[in-house]
């Protein structure tokens, strides 16, 4: 069965940590996104990668960095948490060989973060 | 870039009541549209997609979607809903010709079945 692992689902940090957030895939997918959800906004994509060593900035990547070292595993890195940080982050992977799986995403559980 | 527009926040049904649940995206080229949903306490999965061919798609637990390229619509609709089904459903919307592997999604619609 396909599994997407984000390695924490509840986190309590405080202002001015440093927060990582930890996601493994076992489908040898190259596609790996991280997104963060917050009600009445949806999912917002914060970065995604597409190969190993290789980052593309999404629609909200002010304040995040990310990490792909290997294959099944992307890191997304808050240097300085702060309080609008708050909020649910979800792992996603998915497939790259055929136009016809695009978009098609395989989530973790998320990872639910407060700052305070 | 593409943006997906769900019209409705919050819709709450009875049992054995028809949904539809409306979903606009705005993006010029081919595109490939997506329903995920989001069952309470768990992770969000596929409930069905358009890739291509024919514009009625069927997906698991009997829900359907209608692609209708000149209204730049994807409707999920289920002529009779369950209690299980009390969910949050999201669509999305992948531009590949645009060679992009981003999922840009709408901003949710709740669904609460009362039995």
């Known amino acids: 069965d396909v599994k997407v692992t984000q390695s924490s689902r509840y986190l309590v940090k405080r202002t001015g940590e440093k927060v990582f957030l930890e996601c493994v895939q076992d489908?040898?997918?190259?596609?790996m996104f991280w997104y963060r959800q917050d009600p009445g906004l949806g999912l917002r994509l914060i970065y995604f990668?597409?190969?190993?060593?290789?980052?593309e900035k999404g629609d909200i990547p002010e304040g995040y960095s990310v990490s792909r070292e290997k294959k099944e595993r992307f890191s997304l890195i808050l240097e300085s948490a702060s309080t609008n940080q708050t909020s649910m982050y979800l792992c996603?992977?998915?497939?790259?060989?055929?136009?016809?799986?695009?978009?098609?995403?395989?989530f973790g559980e998320g990872s639910r973060l407060t700052v305070l | 870039a593409q943006s997906v527009s769900q019209h409705n926040h919050h819709v709450i049904l009875s049992e054995a009541a028809s949904l539809e649940l409306g979903c606009n995206y705005s993006?010029?080229?081919?595109?490939?549209l997506f329903w995920y949903v989001q069952y309470p306490g768990q992770h969000l999965q596929l409930l069905l997609k358009?890739?291509?061919?024919?514009?009625l798609v069927k997906g698991i637990k009997g829900f359907e979607a209608e692609f209708i390229k000149s209204k730049f619509s994807f409707n999920l609709r289920k002529p009779s809903v369950q209690w299980s089904d009390t969910a949050e459903y999201f669509c999305?919307?992948?531009?590949?010709?645009?060679?992009?592997?981003?999922?840009?999604f709408g901003k949710g619609t709740k669904l609460s079945v009362i039995p």
């Open positions: 996603a992977s998915s497939f790259a060989g055929l136009a016809e799986r695009a978009g098609e995403l395989f």
């Open positions: 489908m040898d997918h190259e596609n």
């Open positions: 990668s597409y190969d190993v060593k290789m980052k």
């Open positions: 993006y010029g080229g081919t595109v490939n």
């Open positions: 358009y890739f291509s061919g024919d514009p």
């Open positions: 999305a919307v992948n531009a590949p010709g645009a060679g992009s592997y981003q999922l840009t």
